[in-house]
């Protein structure tokens, strides 16, 4: 069975005594207590600082990568990769299937988006791609090829089609890699330049990069808060870039349709819309429409897609989800028609400790969610179930 949830502290449900209401005859009635907002159903401690998790959804699987600086050489940063799956049958909710060791410092990881087979890994040393493998004797990931970033560390991944890649790292380079140009390198180290294209865009780390397969624009930000907006023709031709200058680093960067949110250090997430110039394929962004403050680090944001069963009565609210460091993970809803935005979800149980992945996928029959999270200071693995 999952972990009992009676010692998890629920921050935001009603008081745990029985509510009551009088009738016309002054009786006592029982009224039914409202429904836990979410309900944990995988919860541990790692030996590991945890700082990036997602779902695989085709497979019902979920991974999840560490980090740390090796105790006796500062200079190097371990990882370890897990491959999981939920369970009823450990008390701890889930399985692991595999451990990854040996691994540089992992920061993020990402699953194909349509197949997902194949799992990229950002590491301090390199990005690396495996392959999923399923069989009779058990479910694995075999390492398909590498490519080396040292002395720089890969911070963010994100595919752009099944055999494109970008990444951002370190140094400040926004990196292309085509994946099918290495296609004969199988499990041994590509090399830095082949099938890569870099580009110098940043002085500071790029924590963030975010590809809009929709527009063909890309988007990046820096720790010291440059922000810069171009399409993808223009990847080496700079004075076709917008730039914005936040006070603070941006941390994620998110799209859908013309709307752009940017979260940053200072705890906002700030919502812009977009334009694209239809000749000069020039993006320009607007003042910023709304500034949520979520009192943390807006580290991590994610889309939360209607459910099947939700009506799509309100096409101008747009519903995410946030993993705001030391504040806890929050689901927001806005509205484009008046700019106004309200939490509709907190968990606030494991607040203070550092809220650093989060991924959100709608359950088999599509009638609530499960939200994967991890905490990097305190190794927490906490999966949960919430309605829409």
Known sequence: MPPNNSHVRRTITPDDEVLLALDFNMEEIPVT????????????????????????????????????IHSEDRSRRLGKVYLAKLTQDLPIGYRIEQTLEDLPGILDMKWEPIEEQKLVIATSESVILFELEISQNGIKLSKVCSLSTAPDMALYVQWMKPADLIFSDSSGKLNLWNIDSNKTELDKEVDKLNGVT????????????????????????????LFRTFHLDHFNTPAFHRKRQFDTGVTSILTKGDIVAVGCYDDYLRIFTRNIEPETKYVSLSLPLLEMDLKGTVWRTMWIPPLRVEVDDEPNVYKLGVAAGRNGIHVINFNRSDWTWETTLCCLDYREELAYGIDIQSNDDESNYTVATCYFDTHRLHIFTMKP
Do not use: K, M
Not at 35 to 62: G, K, M, Y
Not at 198 to 225: A, K, T
């Open 33 to 68: 207590e409202p429904e836990e907002p979410f309900i944990t159903v995988a919860l541990d401690i790692l030996p590991n600082q945890l700082d990036c998790i997602t779902w695989n959804r085709r497979h019902s699987l979920f991974s999840f990568g560490s980090y740390e």
């Open 198 to 225: 870099s580009s110098q865009l940043h002085d500071y780390f790029v924590w963030f990069v975010h590809f809009d397969e929709n527009s063909d624009i890309v988007y990046s930000g820096d720790d010291s808060g």
